[in-house]
């Protein structure tokens, strides 16, 4: 069995966000970067079934990006990933998702893998569409925000979530595309073995360019922060003054405390 | 422009969700027209042109058939924009439609600006203006920010679409019910909710604490309940439970939009978050800059008193 798993590098959300001196993306300076949350899911689920074949897969990691991004490639191989492929990137700002897409197919076109799986979205731009561009252009299956997943020989069946609770059962033959919901399962963090592993196994490397021969479809003209909307008092200060300050708010402002 | 708004139908019902399109139509000023793949007996009320594919025939949920219908009605009415809702349908179905015309896609619009799309980024902290290079393009919006004002009403014109018979490569089996919800937040006078910022499971009993305090329900993120340290019938948002109590306290949450969806009603909204610029902050009536798990023992003390 032959996986891929595409994963994103992204700013820690709890960054405080500037935009760059383009005004088109966020300033990276100063930023922590990790993976992509939802691709987490991702790797874990790889892994979980290279496992049930009892080892007979094959997992590669595959990020996009800047020299950065090798970290988060590294922790997938921590997590079991068999080899990682850095395409190099360092536009990957300026990317839309039609390009991002174009290029993994481009990479996976010729490797027959028999499954791929992506997060159903990035944290940062979370625009929802690599799996799905990604599967129509390999003609792949494809099902998206996946909660559940099952696999029995070349059939897998799982579990999409929907809104409100609702979940639909789908099932599909390999080859397929699946994108990872939060949820999915239980991430493993990766073992100090297996980190030192890491260093054994295979790391490629491409330009971008190998790949990628797509203009982009959409652009950004723009980016900047919200318009501060927010109606909320801010408190700050020392912890035992804060308390009875929103005691006495609670007070005057809520029923709840009479 | 012309647009061709994609309803969304779901156990036989057309989602009311549906009627946001038409107000984001409104919103650019242009024409519309709208797809249900669907019974006619659900058809939106709506005075305009509706194309109808049979979901008895097609199926609810078919990626490869509702696809190759899309792209005829979107060919019939030479629609510039086919919008979906930012939806698991939508999110599914949009991109493998503008792939297969190498349109450009924006997804999870929640404003027009100027006539531009506006989307926002990194857990709402940014936004940014996306623009299709291409004259067609696939368009998703975000559920509840495109509101549909008055009353929906008009009778449409159908025309139906059918289909040469193609592969379904992803059978659907059935749907899975919502889990019933044993603890009915909905309820609840008073609701404290822990987010992923009380940093472990151990710390949940001080957010549960206060919460019994102001004599309230625990309430939970999605992260919360997904690491299994509260129990999901707690969790608050767009795959939780939708309340609106007369005091909500946001104990280490972001504020992401799937969980503003659950809450953003309440009646007063008080946020403890180490993050000055935490986008629940938008929504929040007070936000207590500090450390949760410090504020709230606190907090708990005193009302002890
Ligand atoms: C389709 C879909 C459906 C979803 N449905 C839901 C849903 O129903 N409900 C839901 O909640 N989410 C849902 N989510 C997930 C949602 O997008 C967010 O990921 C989630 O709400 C974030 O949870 P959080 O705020 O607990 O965690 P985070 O976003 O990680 O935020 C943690 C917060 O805690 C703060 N913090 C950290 N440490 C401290 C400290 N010591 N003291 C004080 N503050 C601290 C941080 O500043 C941060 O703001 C859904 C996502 C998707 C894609």
Redo the contacts with the bound molecule.
Sequence with gaps: MKILVCIKQVPD??SRFKVNADGVWYDERDLAFRMN??DEYAVEQAVRIKEQLGGAADITILSIGPARVVEAIKKGMAMGGDRGVHVKDDSLAQRDPWQLASTIAAFARSKNFDLIFTG??S?DRGS?QVGAILAELLGYACAT?LIGFELNGDVVTARR?L?GGVKAIVRFRLPAVVTC??GLNTPRYPTLPNIMKVRQKELLAFPVADFLTEESLTITEKMYLPEKKGRARVLEGDVSQLADQLLAILKEKTTVLR | MKTLLICEYRQGKLLDVSYELLAFAERLGADKAMLLIGDESQAPKFGGKVYLADAGKYGEYNPDAHKQIVLEAARREQADLIVFVHS?YGWDLAPQVAASLRCAQVSEIVGVVESKFEVAAC?AKLRRIATPKTPQAALTIQAGAFGYRGEAQGTPQIERIEIPAGPARIEFVGYEAAEKKELDLAKADVIV???????KKDNVTAIAALAKALGGELG??????DAGWVEHSH???????VVSPKLYV??????????L??MKNSEFIVA????KD???GEVADVLVV??????VPALTAKLAK
Excluded: F, W
């Design positions: 959300m709890e949350e939802y159903m979205q944290q929802t925000t979530e809104e919901q939060l | 698991s857990n909710s822990a987010g992923r910022g009380v940093g939970a993120t999605r992260p919360v309940v969790q608050v948002g767009s795959t939780g439970q946001a104990c280490g949450v972001s504020g992401a939009i799937h969980h969806a659950g403890i978050n180490k993050d935490a986008p629940i500090a450390d949760v798990m410090q504020l």
